[in-house]
């Protein structure tokens, strides 16, 4: 899906979560090489979350999936944008914002 690229403090949203309803969660770290954007460094494949499990509460890390945009890769890693549903066990990933960059608009498929 098209969109604004995101970064540290994008919500995310795993479905299912752990215990089976949706969890969700906030982007907490990017890892080298980054590419920046306004001066905010641009999440990619691979960005760590910390999620909060809905039903008991506690915190938990999860790494984004392998898939981004199509075409805007960085050291191999695809760009992670709004609205991107992203594949990434154990469940379904949504990016929701807010973008850290938008200004950019990445038109490339997932």
Do not use: E, H, K
């Amino acid at each position: 899906m098209p969109g604004s690229p995101v970064s540290i403090g994008c919500m995310v949203m795993i479905t299912p979560g752990a215990s089976g309803p949706p969890d969700t969660g906030t982007i907490v770290a990017i890892f080298p090489p980054v590419i920046t954007a306004g001066g905010m460094p641009l999440a990619t494949s691979g960005s760590l979350c910390m999620m909060i499990n809905s039903v008991w509460g506690f915190p938990y890390p999860l790494p984004i999936g392998p898939t981004g945009s199509g075409g805007v890769t960085v050291g191999g890693r695809a760009l992670v944008r709004l609205g991107d549903v992203i594949p990434t066990p154990p469940g379904i990933l949504t990016i929701l914002g807010p973008p850290a960059a938008p200004f950019i608009n990445d038109q490339w498929p997932p």
